[in-house]
């Protein structure tokens, strides 16, 4: 256990220096709670969900902003660096708000809390 802790900590400092953008721990860039996204927030998460192989969504806190990351084939892609790339992309495109991940494979939909609306199937009001 304490060799895979060692392992992931390795990880994320490589990808920290590599993006030269500080990469934190799965647990702190999960979103959570209330929020209504744009419609073209969710134009772009029924896009991601329509790829092959859909990886990461990640959300801005205020709704207006998204990016995401996919594989071509399942496999070739890391899943700490589209974490990190998916989380980059979004918050260069939020414009300085902080940006959280909505969706994460294998694990689906992650977001902590109530439903988000427009992207868990009920209408959102933009």
């Known amino acids: 256990m304490k060799l895979r802790a060692a392992c992931l ?38 896009r991601f969900l329509g790829k092959r192989h859909p990886m ?22 890391e899943e700490v660096r589209a974490r990190a790339d998916a989380l980059s992309g979004c918050e260069d495109n939020a414009r300085g708000i902080p940006c959280r ?10 977001w902590d809390g109530p439903p988000v609306l427009g992207l868990d199937g009920t209408p959102a009001t933009p």
């Open 101 to 110: 991940i909505y969706y994460q494979a294998p694990h689906g939909v992650v």
């Open 56 to 77: 990461v969504f990640a959300l801005s806190e205020d709704g207006r902003a998204a990016f995401y990351r996919f594989c071509f084939t399942p496999g070739d892609c």
């Open 9 to 46: 900590v390795a990880l994320l400092a490589a990808c920290s220096a590599e993006t030269g953008r500080e990469v934190t721990s799965p647990a702190a860039t999960t979103g959570g709670g209330a929020i209504t996204p744009s419609a073209q927030v969710q134009t772009a998460y029924k």
